[in-house]
């Protein structure tokens, strides 16, 4: 009897195991976790004011005769699981990331195709 029917059988294993290769996901259901690789902060700091004169450090026109210089803010650094890599800099809301030939990441193509592993974004 198995040997009348092989046809059929070896038919119905064949769509078995094609159906099981189906996958009706897209590419872009899959994502891809980042995580946080550590914080890089500048090792002075501090906002402060350059004055040539330094009566001017005290003068109220301060901003009209001083020079501001802002710290450089710290970054947090990201890595993909497909190496990518990403920074982002403190009070920003936006990562950076490159792919491994250095090509730059768009903010959309980021979010639908990876996210941050057990961390919030600022």
Request: glycine share 4%; hydrophobic share 30%; charged share 25%.
């Given at each position: 009897m198995f040997y009348k029917?092989?046809?059929?059988?070896?038919?119905?294993?064949?769509?078995?195991?094609?159906?099981?290769?189906?996958?009706?996901s897209s590419s872009s259901d899959v994502?891809?976790?980042?995580?946080?690789?550590?914080?890089v902060c500048p090792d002075y700091g501090v906002d402060?004011?350059?004055?040539?004169?330094?009566?001017?450090?005290d003068s109220p026109n301060k901003d009209e005769k001083c020079t501001f210089?802002?710290?450089?803010?710290?970054?947090?650094?990201?890595?993909?699981?497909?190496?990518?890599?990403?920074?982002?800099?403190?009070?920003?809301t936006t990562m950076t990331c490159f792919d491994t030939l250095g090509n730059r990441i768009t903010e959309d193509e980021f979010k639908s195709k990876?996210?941050?592993e057990n961390e919030s974004i600022h």
């Open positions: 029917h092989w046809k059929k059988i070896a038919l119905a294993f064949a769509a078995f195991f094609w159906n099981g290769c189906n996958n009706n994502t891809i976790a980042c995580t946080f690789r550590g914080g402060f004011y350059y004055c040539e004169n330094p009566e001017d450090y210089y802002s710290r450089l803010p710290c970054l947090d650094y990201y890595e993909c699981e497909d190496e990518t890599s990403c920074e982002i800099y403190e009070d920003e990876y996210y941050v």
